[in-house]
């Protein structure tokens, strides 16, 4: 089994930013895409963004379009989740998570999740 290791949560006021990081270790076969899902409290998980590994392609959520930007640096198996201009309603635990894909049904369909890491944003 492989694992998803995230980093860089914290507590954050409104307006203010978080760098989310996910690596990536230990997988025997190779994966197309990489994802950020996250849980508010008491609600389902909900997907934020996903990025296409060889390709570099990307997909956002509308609640945070023009506020967070994927990437990734592949020598490293390492995505990242740069988070600006955050809001209350952005408060839950981020998870990293391999998806099937990032189009469609397969965006939900996830093959590997990290532990998560707790992003609150509050004043």
């Known amino acids: 089994q492989g694992q998803l290791v995230e980093s860089g949560g914290g507590l954050v006021q409104p307006g203010g930013s978080l760098r989310l990081s996910c690596a990536a270790s230990?997988?025997?076969?190779?994966?197309?895409?990489i994802a950020w899902y996250r849980q508010p409290p008491g609600k389902e998980r909900e997907g934020v963004s996903c990025i296409r590994w060889n390709e570099g392609s990307t997909t956002y959520a509308d609640s945070v379009k023009g506020r967070f930007t994927i990437s990734s640096d592949n020598a490293k198996n390492t995505v990242y989740l740069q988070m600006n201009s955050l809001k209350p309603e952005d408060t839950g635990v981020y998870y990293c998570?391999?998806?099937?894909?990032?189009?469609?049904?397969?965006?939900?369909?996830?093959?590997?999740w990290g532990q998560g890491t707790q992003v609150t944003v509050s004043s």
């Open positions: 998570a391999i998806p099937a894909g990032c189009s469609g049904s397969a965006y939900s369909v996830i093959r590997s």
């Open positions: 230990g997988f025997s076969n190779r994966y197309g895409a």
